[in-house]
């Protein structure tokens, strides 16, 4: 983890004893360990509730993937009111055309040679 060797922990092991004497070296040993174990209590908390969390995505996420995808029902043809109204006006204005169409048209006999 920090890659320190059994000399470079001697010497950090000096130095603590000097300044903190001999004394107090276990306190201060104690203490530190105190806070080294609360710290973590605190990582593995947030760890948790983080894990928790991406749980609560996942398992949807997971089920939708693994469920087999069924093909949405197909939805039912409803009637225009005003498409079916303009259909029936272009029938009714087409089937008039037609009429004065016929009314328009004279036959003429053919002529005799």
């Known amino acids: 983890m920090f890659n320190i060797g059994p000399w470079e922990l001697a010497l950090i092991l000096l130095v ?38 991406m749980d609560g995505v996942e398992s949807p996420v997971k089920q939708l993937v693994e469920e087999p995808q069924m093909a949405p029902a197909p939805l039912e043809k409803q009637e225009d009111p005003i498409l079916n109204m303009a259909n029936s006006f272009e029938s009714t204005v087409l089937e008039k055309k037609e009429e004065a169409a016929k009314a328009d048209t004279v036959s003429v006999p053919a002529k005799e040679q």
């Not at 903190?20 to 509730?49: C, D, M, R, W």
């Open 16 to 53: 603590a004893l000097i300044v903190v004497g001999p004394g107090k070296l276990p306190e201060v040993a104690k203490s530190i360990g105190k806070g080294i174990n609360e710290f973590k209590k605190v990582t593995t908390g947030y760890k948790k509730e983080f894990q928790d969390a």
